[in-house]
């Protein structure tokens, strides 16, 4: 495994779209494996492939430090109510801005075997599952930010 370098907000990689996963390859199970040390490393609780330079519909997510996923080719099923909170992203360094989110979604995604199955969240996964997905098509938080983008330190002094 290896650590990728995580491209940051300005780079136009971040602003493309993600392609299909037609079928699992040694090299796409070796971007999920650098993707998950990758976000592992920075403290993540997501990342997107695009945030590491390639165009695959690959995201992998961990709200609790412990029980990974990994989606290919995910596609929201479902979602329901609302959640106002803080989000941060490994390609903005930093920076923090309240972000409305469903408070419940339901996907359906491929795993490494490319079997399909669902994973349903809510509260800091549901949001987490938004923004990564977002990603995929080329979108960062701060085009949904509420208000201004803060710096962290910042925020967390309030
Ligand atoms: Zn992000």
């Known amino acids: 495994m290896a650590i990728r370098k995580i491209r940051e907000i300005g ?6 779209t993600c392609k299909e996963v037609k079928e699992m390859t040694p090299r796409t199970a070796q971007l999920i494996d650098d993707m ?8 993540g609780v997501g990342l997107a492939a695009s945030q590491v330079g390639v165009l695959k ?8 430090g412990e029980d990974p996923y990994v989606l290919i080719n995910p596609r929201i099923l479902e979602t329901s109510g609302e959640q106002s909170g803080q989000e941060g992203c490994l390609s903005v ?34 949001r987490a599952i938004c923004h990564e997905l977002d990603h995929l098509d080329g979108h960062l938080y701060v085009e949904r930010v509420e208000g201004e983008l803060m710096d ?5 002094e309030e």
Not at 11 to 16: H, I, P, Q, T
């Open 11 to 16: 780079d136009e990689v971040l602003r493309k």
């Open 36 to 43: 998950l040390e990758t976000m592992y490393e920075a403290n």
């Open 57 to 64: 519909r690959i995201v992998v997510i961990d709200t609790t």
């Open 93 to 126: 360094p930093g920076k923090t801005g309240i972000v409305t989110r469903p408070f419940y979604v339901r996907v359906a995604a491929c795993d490494r075997d490319m079997h399909v199955f669902e994973l349903e969240g809510t509260e800091l996964l549901a």
């Open 152 to 156: 962290v330190e910042e925020a967390q």
